[in-house]
């Protein structure tokens, strides 16, 4: 089982920076891929970034070379670093624990979101 708690959403201006963060807990962080997905009102969610096990990471086409993931696997922790921010990234952000088990449903955690607001 693992719990998941982001935080650090908030308002922002176009162009600016926000930085969330998602503390997870239970001692196999580690060999979980960490996921941020965002849902905007309307909207279906959609995968912004994710960073493997390996730390591999992945952005969606709409957030490349502006957002970056992290881990902290000392800490527990993954982040989200947001430049250049746009009114289109308004949305709640959720971030999600996923481990796929050979024979067995895979391990998938979810947070509880933090919005995070750009405006224009």
């Known amino acids: 089982q693992v719990q998941l708690v982001e935080s650090g959403g908030g308002l922002v201006q176009a162009g600016g920076s926000l930085r969330i963060s998602c503390a997870a807990s239970?001692?196999?962080?580690?060999?979980?891929?960490m996921r941020w997905y965002r849902q905007a009102p309307g909207k279906q969610r959609e995968l912004v970034a994710q960073?493997?096990?390996?730390?591999?990471?992945n952005y969606a086409d709409s957030v490349k070379g502006r957002f970056t993931i992290a881990r902290d696997n000392a800490k527990n922790t993954v982040s989200l670093q947001m430049n250049s921010l746009k009114p289109e990234d308004t949305a709640v952000y959720y971030c999600?624990?996923?481990?796929?088990?050979?024979?067995?449903?895979?391990?998938?955690?979810w947070g509880q979101g933090t919005q995070v607001t750009v405006s224009s």
């Open positions: 999600n624990a996923y481990q796929l088990r050979i024979g067995l449903p895979p391990y998938d955690y």
């Open positions: 960073i493997s096990s390996g730390g591999s990471t």
């Open positions: 239970g001692s196999t962080f580690s060999f979980y891929s």
